[in-house]
């Protein structure tokens, strides 16, 4: 099976994963999860909805949460094309292409592009966010992780190479990828920032949402997110130069330490070898989270 081939030049230009948008049955403890672990600001909140931000980050959300009754679920992936232009360009790409999308109105964005890729993920695109100040000189404020910013998704669905298909057409670049002993691609990373993935898809039932990635300033930090996990009687593990924090209602949280990315988009990275056999979508042994309808 082979991979889908990158369009270096796609109908509108896409930058980075940027936001995300999840459901929770408890704001109060989600809460104290993603900032006493992972380290995140709040930037603004009501009794419905919180919006996080990385201490890192100008804009005014990165993670934002709402207030549900129902099975927690992800309800929409963001990210940001380049300027606003970039919105209508996307929209007639997807009209030509017969894939529904439309522009809704979303608090402290600007205008604002919804439609779902080829595994069914909802997703948002946005060039204009409210800003507010970055924080992370404020050292003596971080707490756990510390989390900088947003980095990358991991989403399951059956067919990945099919999903990222929809990817490397908006010019999204392989970075790797696993192969089972069939030499049948079971995952594939994906980027548009110059470091090594912004989505990522693996291998099982789906569409379902797995964890999202922050980047974290040192390893320290990681361990640090680890042990404040266990403070709140949430199983995290570590591997290398990241540790996956998993929060009672079941979605992953994954800090990185790690360079900054940059955009480049005349810089290409071939995909690694195949790497038969490779059991990698297992490892971190939890269960993908719904994607709301």
Do not use: W
Not at 29 to 55: C, H, N, P, Q, W
Not at 118 to 143: D, I, N, S, W, Y
Not at 239 to 245: I, Q
């Amino acid at each position: 099976m082979s991979l889908p081939q990158t369009n270096f030049r796609p109908s509108f230009n896409i930058t980075r994963a940027s936001h995300l948008v999840m459901t929770s049955r408890d704001l109060a403890k989600a809460r104290d999860f993603y900032t006493e672990v992972i380290g995140l600001k709040v930037s603004e909140e009501s009794a419905t909805t919180i919006y996080f931000r990385g201490v890192e980050e100008r804009a005014h959300h990165s993670l934002t949460l709402k207030k549900t009754k129902d099975e927690p679920a992800c309800e929409r992936v963001g990210f940001r094309v380049f300027e606003e232009e970039d919105l209508e360009k996307a929209k007639a790409h997807f009209d030509r292409s017969s894939v529904p999308a439309k522009f809704v109105n979303v608090p402290f964005q600007g205008r604002t592009l919804h439609v779902a890729d080829a595994a069914g993920t909802p997703l948002e695109f946005c060039a204009r966010m409210k800003t507010l100040p970055r924080v992370q000189t404020r050292t003596h404020e971080h707490k756990g992780a510390g989390a900088l910013r947003m980095d990358h998704f991991q989403v399951l669905t059956p067919d990945v190479v099919k999903a990222a298909a929809f990817y490397t057409d908006l010019g999204f670049r392989v970075s790797d990828y696993y192969c089972a002993a069939s030499e049948r691609i079971i995952g594939i990373f994906m980027h548009h920032k110059d470091n090594p993935h912004d989505m990522v898809f693996l291998t099982r039932a789906g569409p379902r949402f797995h964890h999202f990635g922050y980047i974290v300033p040192e390893m320290h930090h990681v361990v640090r997110a680890l042990d404040c996990a266990g403070n709140l009687g949430c199983r995290g593990a570590g591997e290398g130069s990241a540790a996956l924090a998993v929060r009672p209602e079941g979605a992953g949280a994954d800090g990185d330490a790690g360079a900054a990315g940059l955009s480049d988009r005349f810089q290409h990275h071939p995909p690694a070898n195949v790497r038969p056999g490779c059991s990698a979508a297992d490892r971190s042994g939890i269960p993908g989270r719904g994607i709301a309808d």
